[in-house]
């Protein structure tokens, strides 16, 4: 008889403990599952005051200044660029929490930049109009492919199979 009674209260605290594990886990997975859809980065190519604050943001902090004034580091995701831009001011409020990745520098200091989250998956900023900006850096452009632009600015959205 013991058994019967301890068998449902194991199941009843089987099942509180799942619901709890959840409620731990899933609000950290939320910002993530955001990223998953790039449909919320395409308003950058048709908006043009989005755009602009993408552009104003990444012209004045990070664009046309030399590598070497950052903190740079190995970012977190596969994408393109090796490292890392850190220690910069906080990218427009819809763009929170996503890694900002040197692509190419020239003498003239960095030209093109990926924000993004997920591996391919993000906006690409560059100094010169789209696509000829990211095809003129050599073995950037086969990692461009699957991209839409709008001047100097263009989404890539990449699933991985």
Known sequence: MDKERSLPAMARGLRISVVLAAALVLPGCVPILKFLDCHHLYPYLSDTERRKDVLRWADQYVLGHPSSEFHRGIGKWVGPGRNSLRGLPSLPRDLWGNEIRLVAEGPDGISIIFIGRRSYQGLWISRDPMPGAVE????????????????????QCYYER
């Open 136 to 155: 003129s850096v050599p073995g950037v452009s086969d990692q461009f492919m699957q991209s839409m632009y709008a001047g100097r600015v263009a989404v």
